[in-house]
């Protein structure tokens, strides 16, 4: 990790450290058209040092609000620098939000100027201009389709750049008092949290709590400046912010941006991260990938993987056990590295990661140990937007599947009676904004946060988490009842890309399965069903014989544990189209927003606790099946039995 940079408490002060310290070493790379194209550290703070001043002769102000609306690029990134350069707070959106969400964010922000990627999101700028007066001034970076708009408000970034330059070198004092100008208390970011489980509310944080969690993640992770990670997920999201930006800041790694979401897997391939954050959904999609591929090889092959895998399997939990590992075993395992795992941690684009990390949600168990069994090291970290992301880690020898490891250094927990998550950290946010209520409501007078997840302390101090707070409850039976923990083991299935479960105050659980469409349909496929469509397929008693298997495996598994015995799921039905953001029924970081979901579907779930065979919903020409599931008796039971 970096040392001498104590006393930088901006990322505009890290910046011009880098460029001083190691101008020449690349800061980001990007894939364009196949080719990739390479920003040096002293690059990044020419350019963004061009950009600041241009966007202050355009009216960018101190304390001001800039939204950043496209996917990862460098011109992305060099705009962060740019505002922050300038003491403005940056408003990262999510790039596939709607011109609704993204209006109610800038309204809200007050934001005055905006940089998009492309024609696209300046489209949904313009649609929505009338109802944002504070915006200003719009940046674009892709003129394509764009030569003959002529609103006033807009600029390209080449132009902006350009100006920029021939003025910077008429401010040079300007510049560096813009930069010492900056403190370590002032406001860096303003984050919109998912919404999982209501209106998104603006988070702001300061650069000393980021800074600081940042650092000593990295120590923990033992960053180093040489390391590469990717950016791929949204930059709406925190968690890209910290790893992306942050971090990189704080350590001096390089950062690479893929072509697209199309070429993700090859670009990684060819960049060779180190260093690598992803979310439960990516896991689960990749995992898919996998169990689809090797479902198609002949036998030979299928019982290889397996045979490889069970290895691997058995290592990690000698190793996670503490156990010695024997001199047979490690050479069965240096064998099934060379046939399998090697192989497919290449194919993942995953063959030169040293630390991954899975964040944004909980992580079932059994996908965690999937990737450890493969050879990578994988570990979980806990913590939210107004926490500063880093609350608690997974260190290495001391990693627990069923944890999100220990309390960082800094970090103060403690529980309420309801077992709900209190945190107190020098990563704290300062308020949300513009909502002193709701601010005070969050954080109490002695600092402490209510998180709104439900979790618990093991033995040896490590974090479990449970679930949010507002879906714990009780069957009506008094049996406990926490849905992620069902969902994560019905996703970790191929054929289930999604699953929302029921039963808080009833007297069973019922579920809606959303297919994963590609290896159903590939099942289909090799069993000869026919069909038209995502509706059509779903519909097929074939594929409800193939779930209620799937959900059959789950319930096995549920019996087997005392807390979940008696949340095994009784009844199902399959939908007939894929849960999304666009529609609400997820958060754009693919989060479930249970409310919105009840909601939408509270036909098909009243039938399902009705009793009924099928129900009529929607536009659905025929009536939506329901069907019942194999409930396994749980393992007291079997032993009185």
């Not at 890290?14 to 070493?25: A, D, I, Q």
């Not at 040079?172 to 303003?190: I, Y």
Request: some cysteine; proline content about 4%.
């Amino acid at each position: 990790m970096t040392t001498g940079t104590s006393g930088l408490d901006t990322f505009p002060k890290l910046l011009l450290h880098h460029s001083r310290e190691r101008g020449e070493r690349p800061a980001i790379r990007e894939k364009n058209r196949g080719i990739w194209r390479t920003i040096t550290w002293r690059e990044l703070g020419e350019e963004a040092a061009a950009l600041a001043v241009a966007a202050s002769e355009r009216g960018l102000q101190r304390g001001a609000h800039v939204a950043l609306l496209g996917d990862n690029r460098p011109r992305l990134y060099v705009a962060m620098c740019a505002a922050q350069w300038l003491g403005a707070i940056v408003v990262p959106l999510y790039q596939d939000a709607t011109a609704d969400e993204i209006a109610t964010s800038i309204q809200r922000a007050q934001v005055t100027h905006v940089f998009a990627e492309n024609q696209e999101q300046v489209d949904k700028l313009l649609e929505i201009l009338p109802r944002c007066p504070t915006v200003r001034c719009i940046v674009y970076d892709k003129d394509r389709g764009m030569r003959h708009y002529k609103q006033p408000q807009l600029v390209s970034y080449d132009a902006l750049l350009q100006e920029g330059r021939e003025l910077a070198a008429q401010k040079p004092d300007f510049l560096q008092g813009e930069v010492a100008s900056g403190k370590g208390e002032d406001s860096a970011f303003l984050f919109f949290t998912s919404g999982t489980t209501g209106p998104a509310k603006g988070v702001v944080l300061a650069y000393a709590a980021l800074i600081d969690r940042a650092r000593l993640a990295a120590a923990i992770g033992e960053l180093k400046d040489t390391d590469v990670a990717m950016a791929y997920l949204p930059p709406g999201w925190i968690g890209q912010i910290l790893f992306g930006y942050v971090q990189p800041m704080v350590v001096g790694y390089c950062i690479c941006c893929p072509e697209s979401p199309d070429t993700m897997l090859s670009d990684m391939r060819e960049m060779g991260p180190t260093y690598l954050l992803v979310t439960p959904r990516v896991l689960e999609a990749l995992l898919k990938q996998v169990s689809l591929r090797i479902e198609e090889t002949g036998g030979f092959k299928q019982w290889l993987y397996r045979s490889c895998m069970a290895v691997g399997a058995r290592m990690s939990e000698q190793r996670l056990a503490g156990k010695a590992v024997s001199v047979g075993d490690r050479v069965l395992s240096l064998a099934s590295d060379l046939l399998i795992r090697g192989p497919l941690r290449d194919m993942l684009g995953m063959s030169k990661v040293r630390v991954a990390y899975s964040a944004s949600d909980a992580i079932d168990p059994d996908l965690l140990m999937f990737f450890r069994t493969l050879g990578i090291n994988l570990k979980q970290l806990y913590g939210s937007t107004e926490t500063g992301f880093f609350v608690a880690m997974q260190r290495d020898g001391v990693i627990k599947p069923d944890t999100v490891g220990a309390p960082l250094e800094g970090v103060e927990l403690k529980l309420t009676p309801q077992r709900e998550i209190l945190v107190r950290s020098p990563g704290l946010f300062r308020e949300y904004h513009a909502d002193s209520e709701m601010t005070a409501r969050a954080k109490n007078a002695e600092g402490w946060f209510h998180t709104g997840d439900a979790g618990d302390l093991d033995q040896d101090g490590q974090l479990r988490i449970i679930d949010r707070m507002a879906y714990v409850g009780a069957l009506k039976d008094g049996s406990p009842y926490a849905p992620r923990v069902i969902e994560n083991k019905l996703k970790f299935l191929p054929y289930i890309r999604e699953a929302v479960v029921f039963g808080d105050g009833r007297d069973m659980v019922c579920a809606l399965i959303d297919i994963e469409m590609a290896a159903a349909g590939r099942w289909a496929d090799r069993q000869g069903v026919s069909y038209i469509g995502h509706a059509d397929l779903a519909a097929h008693d074939e594929v409800y014989a193939l779930i209620a298997d799937c959900i059959a495996k789950v319930n096995a598994q549920l019996a087997s544990e005392p807390l979940l015995a008696q949340s095994q799921i009784h009844r199902f039905t399959i939908l007939g189209r894929e849960l999304s953001a666009d529609d609400g029924a997820l958060t754009r970081t693919g989060k479930l927003r249970r409310h919105v979901i009840a909601e939408q579907y509270r036909a098909l779930v009243d039938a399902m606790y009705s009793g009924h065979a099928g129900v009529r919903f929607g536009a659905e020409p025929d009536e939506v099946k329901i069907r019942d599931a194999k409930v396994t008796a749980p393992a007291q039971t079997r032993k009185v039995a």
